[in-house]
């Protein structure tokens, strides 16, 4: 269904609801980014903002009601990854490809 | 609007909901926990429970708004899941490493006495161990300073 306009009320409110909560998590994610006293932290924290936007993406999927969206947050998911292994690997090993 | 409608309605707040209670959640442990390793245990869980439910509540949807079932969010909820236990292990990993070679602090005074009695004391043994295995390596290694 193309139009977006079906959804009612109980389905909105949730979304807003649910939209308030990931971003206030991104927040905090982001604040232990900016704040983390070791490396390890920092890590951490930019691994957890990466699946918290992978989560809001699929939040505005829903809302829009459009499939176009799945593809930007496979995308984030596997960069997320791919950019977590990356660290890890300079901070286990001093280099990434070795 | 049919019964149907605001039945499968509800289903997929609730799913949202808890999907998003979840996420948030695991980012308020990476906040307000005290050690990297406790701060590990949330979010790695925490989210992947939380974006589970979301993309189960968006599998719901599409397949209940468009015609024929919507697999896309498997593929996603599969990824999150086979690289999360992954990603933690690595991150463990890469702080043991760092901690081994000095590079990251060994628990200070003010975390262990936050702690329970018992563990701040066999922390403290273990934060005197290493305090005498570096004087000692200290003193090692200043004797063949002194020889030559």
Redesign the interface.
Known sequence: ?ADTA???I??N???A???L??S???L??L??LIRGP????R???L??LY??S??LL??L??LL?S?LY?EA??LI??FG?VG??A???F??RGDIIE | MSILNILMEILIAVLILIGAGFTFLGSVGLVRLRDFYERLHTPTKATTLGVGSLLIASAVFFSWQEPGWSFHEVLVAVFLFITAPVSAHLMAKAALHLREHGETSLPTETTLAKHDGEAAISLGAEQARQNGLSARAQGEGAIPEARR
């Open positions: 269904m079906s959804t009612g109980i389905l409110s949730a979304l609801i649910a939209f909560l990931v206030i998590a991104l905090l994610s604040w232990r070791e490396k390890p932290d890590m951490l924290a691994d957890t699946v918290n992978v989560a699929v939040l999927g829903i009601a499939n799945f947050a496979l998911a596997l990854f977590t292994v660290l890890a690997k901070l286990t």
